[in-house]
């Protein structure tokens, strides 16, 4: 076509069609490295945490906040990370909570006490909350809806579901080879160089104008952060705690509260009409459910290859590497044929999936083998979880207008982080009823085999001898991994019940409609 000024056409044109392919690959490098960066760090310092309380005098208790401060931050704000990402354009503040990150990272390598390693973990959440719900949303404005967007939420998918895996040798590594601050020295060069390649290799996002909603970014933080806090003070001090139930019903007011700003605000940092739509409403209650259940995988399976089966912190890590591999083959299946088949039999598969492998999990003893007893039920969970994150990613931006982008994947973050922490203390509260039932049989049994010195050290420690304490832990573990199935199969039901693709869905998955999320 010749003549005519028309420059805005040209103007519009997304990225992927001024960048190329292989522009675009190196996008997804990009955006993919910092989010791999950002989810691994919330398993890598698992691995590291006795040798951190070695070296900072950390009480057994206050060690948990070690992760705990990372994950409070990161998941109270990544709501806040998302809008920000909307007004003020998505590659300047993609670039600025990796730098943050980096810095934290830096700060808590560095950190000569307690305090100031658990400030710079929560710097670090804070880094990671603006960074990853901005990394999500520039996939919707950098790859073209259909084939190419599905493979590059795939890939974010399977980044995301299999960093904890990558973060466990990771650390294993690091611990074993180097020390324990190379587990947060390490983000400094990756950080850096994500930093450098971001405005060579993304474009930025068009600015959408508008004001930050601060009352419903504090109150939405300040409610996810007292959620998350009850949950983990009941798995250290029981639900009858004062603080806990305290910390509840300040949750219950404050998010009340912000529900009820968010429907006076002209710009709400979270639009509540976005759960209107049963389809992104479900995938959030989705990703709850299974967080829940990953987060106590990672957790339940680290404690038992290196208590029970006497691995060492480098062959727990290299135990988990396939749970990478085969999340990604997940990953993979579902957005090859998410065009034919839509996301739906993928949710529901996947969930059945993780929860036979969580149920094949409740089997395992003290004669357990790693071979023969875990790592056939850590695959199957793994495919079933690399089937479910491509198309929960895929549905929760699905119908999503580009102005809405942020808030929308900063949700889908946020119930992840939240799933994980507040099931995971359901996980452990459901271990430690199961493992002081277990004690009452061990310590009677253990004292009439005990030596007069045995007995001793019992006296003064509390703590049981293998294969006694070995019994007790499984035990335990056990009955976690029965209540994580269940989140699993609540996860698939919600899928088979809630979730509705229709025909038009199905076009814009084969690239041949744009939706309100398209390209413009």
Not at 125 to 131: C, L, M, N
Not at 174 to 189: K, S
Not at 425 to 444: D, R
Request: charged content about 10%; aromatic content about 8%.
């Amino acid at each position: 076509m010749t003549g005519g000024p028309r420059p805005a056409p040209a103007a519009r044109q997304t990225t992927a069609e001024r960048s190329g392919g292989g522009g675009n690959a190196m996008a997804l490098l990009v955006i993919a490295s910092c989010q791999l960066m950002v989810v691994l760090d919330i398993t890598i310092v698992n691995i590291a945490l006795p040798h951190i309380q070695r070296s900072l005098d950390f009480s057994t208790t206050s060690l948990s906040w070690v992760v705990n401060a990372y994950t409070l931050t990161f998941g109270g704000l990544l709501l806040l990370g998302g809008r920000a990402g909307d007004i003020l354009g998505r590659r300047r503040v993609f670039i600025f909570g990796v730098l943050l990150f980096v810095l934290a990272s830096l700060l808590g390598g560095l950190a000569q006490n307690g305090g100031q390693l658990l400030a710079a973990r929560a710097l670090q959440g804070v880094g990671g909350a603006i960074a990853s719900p901005t990394a999500l949303a520039l996939i919707s404005t950098t790859f073209r809806e259909g084939p190419e967007r599905n493979r590059a939420f795939g890939v974010f998918a399977a980044v995301s579901a299999g960093g904890g895996a990558i973060g466990l040798l990771a650390g294993g590594m690091l611990v074993e080879w180097l020390n324990w601050r190379w587990v947060l020295f390490v983000n400094v060069p990756i950080g850096l160089l994500i930093a450098f390649a971001a405005p060579r290799r993304i474009k930025e996002s068009e600015r959408h104008p508008g004001r930050f909603d601060l009352a419903g970014a504090l109150t939405s933080t300040a409610g996810m952060v007292l959620l998350v806090y009850g949950f983990i003070r009941a798995a250290q001090d029981g639900w009858r705690d004062a603080l806990t139930l305290a910390s509840f019903g300040a949750a219950a007011v404050v998010l009340a509260v912000f529900i009820a700003i968010e429907r006076r605000s002209r710009q709400p940092i979270t639009p509540l009409h976005m759960f209107a739509d049963r389809n992104r409403a479900g995938t959030y209650g989705i990703m709850l459910c299974l967080a829940a259940a990953m987060f106590g995988m990672f957790f339940f399976l680290t404690l038992f290859v290196q208590n029970v089966l006497d691995f060492s912190p480098l062959q727990a890590g290299l135990a988990f590497l396939p749970v990478s591999a085969v999340i990604a083959i997940g990953a993979g299946l579902a957005s090859r044929f998410l065009p034919v088949f839509g996301p739906k039999p993928f949710m529901v598969l996947g969930g059945l999936l993780a929860a036979a492998g969580l149920a094949w999990l409740t089997l395992t003893d003290v004669h357990s083998t790693y071979a023969g007893s875990v790592l056939g039920p850590m695959l199957v969970f793994s495919l079933g979880m690399g089937m479910e994150f491509v198309s929960l990613t895929l549905m929760a931006l699905s119908n999503v207008s580009t102005q809405e982008t942020g808030a929308a994947s900063g949700l889908l973050n946020a119930t992840q982080q939240v799933g994980g922490s507040l099931g995971l203390s359901i996980l452990v509260t459901m271990y430690g009823t199961a493992s002081a039932n277990e004690a009452e049989q061990q310590i009677p049994l253990f004292l009439q085999q005990a030596t007069p010195a045995e007995q001793v050290r019992f006296q003064r420690t509390g703590e049981l001898p293998p294969p006694f304490a070995d019994e007790i832990l499984t035990a335990g573990v056990s009955a976690a991994f029965i209540m994580a199935a269940v989140f699993t199969a609540l996860a698939a039901l919600i899928a088979l019940v809630a979730i509705q693709v229709r025909p038009s869905d199905l076009e814009r998955l084969q690239g041949g409609g744009a939706g309100p999320g398209g390209p413009a």
